[in-house]
C-alpha cells in the first residue's frame, strides 16, 4: 500500500464517538489513514461510532509514537490551541501531511510540538471538540487546493437517497 499523502493524527483519543466522526470526515475530505495513541479508544471501540463505516477503507491504526509513523517526506503539522501557532486561515498547507490532534481533554505534548513542522489554530471563539477541529481543518485544506468537487454532479453523487430537493433555476 503506498504511503498516504494526507493522514491525521490523534495523540491518546478518549471519545469514542470523536474517533468515528473523525473517520467520518477522514472520508470525506480523502484523508488516507487514521493513526492514534493510548490506550482510551481501544476501551471505548465497542461503542460502535464509525457509522459510515469508513474504517473499512481507511486504516486506524494504535502507534506507539506519531512521529515514527511519519515518512520522511511527509511534513507533521500540530493543531491545536498553543501560544505561537499560526492561525489556520493564514496557513498553505503541505503536499503531504500528517495532521495532530491532541486529546479531548488536554493538549499535545511539548516534544511533539518540537519536532512539528508547523502549528496551527483555529481562530473561534471558544475550544472545538476533537471531530469538529479534525473536519474545518481537512476542509480548510480541500478549499484552499484545486479540486473538482465543486459541481453538480458531486451533489448527485453523495446526497442522501431520499433528498429530492432542488434550487429552482
Do not use: W
Not at 491504526?61 to 491545536?80: F, G, H, M, S, Y
Not at 510540538?113 to 485544506?141: E, F, H, K, S
Amino acid at each position: 500500500m503506498p504511503e498516504p499523502r494526507v493522514s491525521i493524527g490523534l495523540v491518546n483519543p478518549k471519545s469514542p464517538t470523536n474517533v468515528g466522526a473523525v473517520l467520518r470526515a477522514s472520508g470525506c475530505f480523502q484523508a488516507e489513514a487514521v493513526f492514534y495513541t493510548g490506550e482510551r479508544y481501544d476501551r471505548a471501540e465497542r461503542f460502535h461510532t464509525d457509522t459510515q463505516n469508513r474504517a473499512q477503507a481507511i486504516p486506524l491504526q494504535r502507534v506507539a509514537n506519531l512521529i515514527e509513523a511519519v515518512p520522511p517526506t511527509t511534513k507533521v503539522v500540530c493543531v491545536d490551541l498553543v501560544d505561537g501557532a499560526v492561525p489556520l486561515t493564514l496557513f498553505e498547507h503541505p503536499a503531504e501531511a500528517l495532521y495532530i490532534f491532541g486529546p479531548e481533554d488536554g493538549t499535545i505534548s511539548q516534544d511533539i510540538i518540537d519536532r512539528a513542522d508547523d502549528v496551527v489554530y483555529i481562530p473561534a471563539n471558544g475550544c472545538l471538540n476533537l471531530a469538529a477541529t479534525v473536519n474545518v481543518v481537512l476542509y480548510d485544506r480541500m478549499s484552499k487546493t484545486e479540486h473538482d468537487l465543486a459541481n453538480n454532479d458531486q451533489i448527485l453523487a453523495i446526497r442522501d437517497r431520499n433528498n429530492r430537493v432542488r434550487v429552482k433555476s
